[in-house]
């Protein structure tokens, strides 16, 4: 059973840094793709951030990228994914999600577990 956590949501100001935790709990972590998703009411699940087992491939949305990164850390079990410049458009509830396979990867359907995300808000 893969659970995945995930921590660091919160309100906050247009312009300001959060960064977002996921812990997960399987014993191979280590060779698991992981991506961050995000979604908004009456809107489709949007890719935000994937990384690949080792922490060497990394894709991005186009709506984050140059402001958001993913990483990981495998002696933690532990996947980041640090926000810069947060938008009001960013407000989002933010899933991460594991793989069986080593990634990266940008599709959900390629993601096997899920957490239960947390909500980010950003106001203007």
């Known amino acids: 059973q893969v659970q995945l956590v995930e921590s660091g949501g919160g309100l906050v100001q247009a312009g300001v840094s959060l960064r977002l935790s996921c812990a997960a709990s399987?014993?191979?972590?280590?060779?698991?793709?992981m991506c961050w998703f995000r979604q908004t009411p009456g809107k489709e699940c949007e890719f935000v951030a994937a990384?690949?087992?080792?922490?060497?491939?990394?894709y991005y949305g186009d709506s984050v990228k140059g402001r958001f990164t993913i990483s990981r850390d495998n002696a933690k079990n532990t996947v980041y994914l640090q926000m810069n410049s947060l938008k009001p458009e960013d407000t989002a509830v933010y899933y991460c999600a594991a793989s069986l396979r080593v990634g990266p990867l940008r599709s959900d359907r390629d993601y096997n577990y899920w957490g239960q995300g947390t909500q980010v808000t950003v106001s203007s």
């Open positions: 990384i690949s087992w080792s922490g060497a491939g990394t």
């Open positions: 399987v014993r191979t972590f280590s060779r698991q793709a």
